[in-house]
C-alpha cells in the first residue's frame, strides 16, 4: 500500500460525507440540502452547530458562531486555520472523476464503513454506494465552489455531524493494535546488527534490466526489473511483489543485495494494483482494483516462474524454479502466501466487515474487506515456492488459519511495531499465536519503530535497507545455500532499527 494512497484528507472526508445518503443512487435528491453542520468535540461533550446554508468563506461560519469566535481568540487563530484546511481549501480537480469511477465499488462500500461513526446524517438512509456523493460533487463544480464546504451545501438531508469524539476512540483502538507487539519487543533481544561489508556488497555486483512478458490473464504484459549477479551465480530465484499503488523500484535496495549474493531476482509490476493504475485512478481514468486482483497479482507472479521454465523470459539463464522464494510487501505478502500455499476464505470477511466498531478493525480492512467477493478463488498454491518472506503483512481477515499446516512454504513475518495502516496485533501476532509458527517453521520478526513505509528498500536511497540481511539470510537458509550467515546464526539485524525474533514469546 503506497503512501500517496492515504495522502487525500479532503477526498477521504468528502468520501465519508458520502456514507450518509440514501438510496443508492436510485431516489432523487431531496429539495432541500443541508444547512447545518454540527462539531461533536471529545472535549466536556460539547456540540457546536454551524449554519453552513449562505457562508462561503471559514470566516463567516466563525462570525456567524459566538462559540467559535471565543474558540479562535483563545487558541490566536488556529479555529480559523484548521476551518480553512479542513473546509474551504480548493478540491483537486480530478475529485469529482474520482468520486465518479468509485461509486458501487468494495474498496469505497468499506472507506463508508469505517467513515460511519465520524460522519453522521439527519434525514437520509445510509447509501455505502457513493453515488449521492458523486452527484454533489458535479453540483459543487457547477457551482463554481469545489471545496468540502461547497461539497455538503449541495447534499440532501437536514444537517451533518461531524463527530470528533470517535476519533479518540480510532486513536485508542490504534493504540491497543500496538501494545502486545511492544511488549513482545521488549522483552526480546534485538539481532545483532549486520556486517557492514555484507551492506556494502549491494553497491556493486549485479546489473539490472528492464523486460516485459505477455501473458493469458492479462490483457497488457507483465513488465519487470530483473536484477542479476555480475559474480557467481547461485542458480536461485527471488521473486519481489509490491503492495497496493506501490512499484519494484520501491524494494529494488532488496534485490541489489540479493544478486550481490547470487541470486537471480524478478520485480514485477502488477498492472492492475500499481503506482500507475494509482494516477490513472486519481486522474478519474480508472475505478480502484477491484477483488479479481486478489487473483491476478499471483497469477502474475506464476506466469514468471513460466515463462522462465518455458525459456521465454531469460532464456539461456541456468535456474531452479521448483524452489523459488517469494517476498512481498502488504498486498504483495498476501500474494506470496497465497502462492506458499494458504488458503483463502469469505467467512472471516462476511462475519467482521460491516462492524465499524469491531475492537481489531484497522485501516487495511479497507482493502481486505473489498476482496469479499474474491476470497474462495483466492487459493493458489505453487509448489514451486518453497519460502516466503511477508512484510507488513495483512492476515486477520483473508486467510484460513486451518490451512496453514498444509502449507508448502516456510514463511517470515516481519511487522513494525509503529504500523497504523497494518498494525502488527491483530494482523501478525495474534494469527500467529494461534497457528503454533515455530512448529511448523514459521517465524515472526518485529521491527522496534518499523511503520508501513519506512522498511521499504528504494533504488538508490543512501541508507542501507534495514531489512536486506535478514531476508537474504532467512532465503539462504531455507533454501539450502551453503553460507555461514543464516537466519539461525543470527547477526541480520540493523544498527536503524532493532529486529527482534518474537517467535518463541507467542
Known amino acids: 500500500m503506497k503512501q500517496s494512497w492515504i495522502q487525500q484528507p479532503l477526498l477521504s472526508m468528502a468520501a465519508g460525507v458520502a456514507c450518509c445518503f440514501g438510496g443508492m443512487g436510485l431516489a432523487p435528491l431531496p429539495a432541500e440540502a443541508v444547512d447545518r453542520l454540527q462539531l461533536r468535540l471529545p ?32 487558541g490566536e487563530g488556529a479555529v480559523l486555520r484548521l476551518l480553512n484546511q479542513l473546509l474551504t481549501a480548493p478540491l483537486p480537480e480530478q475529485t469529482g472523476g474520482v468520486a465518479e469511477q468509485m461509486v458501487g465499488h468494495p474498496l469505497l462500500e468499506q472507506a ?19 453515488r449521492m456523493v458523486s452527484d454533489a460533487l458535479a453540483a459543487t463544480y457547477r457551482d463554481g465552489q469545489p471545496t468540502v464546504l461547497g461539497l455538503l451545501q449541495n447534499m440532501p438531508g437536514e444537517s451533518i455531524t461531524l ?24 522483552q526480546g533481544t534485538p539481532a545483532v546488527p549486520a556486517p557492514s561489508s555484507l551492506l556494502a556488497s549491494a553497491a556493486t555486483g549485479w546489473t539490472r534490466e528492464q523486460l516485459s512478458l505477455s501473458v493469458v490473464h492479462r490483457p497488457q504484459p507483465i513488465s519487470l526489473t530483473v536484477v542479476k549477479p555480475t559474480g557467481a551465480a547461485n542458480g536461485r530465484l527471488v521473486v519481489i511483489s509490491h503492495g497496493l499503488w506501490d512499484e519494484p523500484a520501491s ?35 480508472q475505478p480502484p482494483p477491484g477483488p479479481e486482483e486478489l487473483r491476478l497479482r499471483p497469477l502474475d507472479v506464476q506466469a514468471l516462474l513460466d515463462g522462465i521454465e518455458a525459456g521465454s523470459l531469460l532464456p539461456g539463464t541456468a535456474l ?65 515456492v518453497t519460502t516466503v518472506v511477508a512484510v507488513s503483512p495483512p492476515l486477520m481477515l483473508l486467510f484460513d488459519e486451518t490451512t496453514a499446516p498444509s502449507a508448502q512454504a516456510k514463511a517470515l513475518f516481519v511487522s513494525g511495531t509503529s504500523d497504523w495502516v497494518v498494525p502488527p496485533d491483530p494482523e501478525a501476532v495474534t494469527p ?37 540481511p535478514l531476508i537474504l539470510a532467512w532465503i539462504h537458509e531455507q533454501l539450502g545455500v551453503s553460507t555461514t550467515f543464516t537466519f539461525s546464526a543470527g547477526r541480520w539485524g540493523s544498527s536503524a532499527r532493532p529486529l527482534v525474533d518474537v517467535t518463541s514469546g507467542l
Open 163 to 186: 463527530n470528533l469524539q470517535a476519533l479518540a476512540f480510532y486513536a485508542q483502538r490504534l493504540q491497543n493494535n500496538w501494545d502486545d507487539a511492544r511488549q513482545l519487543v521488549q
Open 320 to 384: 531452479n524454479t521448483s524452489a523459488v522464494a517469494v517476498v512481498g510487501h502488504s498486498w504483495g505478502a498476501v500474494s506470496a502466501l497465497q502462492l506458499g500455499g494458504l488458503g483463502t476464505t469469505s467467512r472471516k470477511l462476511k462475519d467482521r466487515c460491516q462492524d465499524p466498531r469491531d475492537p481489531e478493525r484497522n485501516l487495511s480492512w479497507i482493502l481486505q474487506c473489498s476482496w469479499l467477493t474474491g476470497a474462495e478463488q483466492g487459493s493458489l498454491a505453487d509448489p514451486r
Open 43 to 74: 472535549v466536556m461533550e460539547m456540540t457546536i452547530t454551524l449554519d453552513i446554508a449562505q457562508v462561503r468563506t471559514a470566516a463567516e461560519l466563525i462570525q456567524a458562531n459566538p462559540d467559535l469566535q471565543e474558540l479562535d481568540r483563545a
Open 112 to 130: 463508508l464503513v469505517a467513515a460511519s461513526e465520524l460522519v453522521e446524517v439527519e434525514g437520509l438512509p445510509i447509501d455505502t454506494s457513493g
Open 432 to 468: 500467529l499465536r494461534r497457528g503454533q509458527p515455530m512448529a511448523r517453521g514459521h517465524r515472526l520478526v518485529l521491527v522496534s519503530g518499523g511503520d508501513h513505509f519506512n522498511l521499504w528498500a528504494p533504488a538508490d536511497q543512501a541508507d542501507p535497507p534495514v531489512l536486506g
Open 251 to 285: 524494494f529494488e535496495g532488496w534485490g541489489r543485495l540479493l544478486a550481490s549474493q547470487g541470486y537471480t531476482v524478478l520485480l514485477p509490476r502488477h498492472p492492475g494494483s500499481d503506482s500507475q493504475q494509482q494516477k490513472a485512478m486519481l486522474l478519474g481514468d
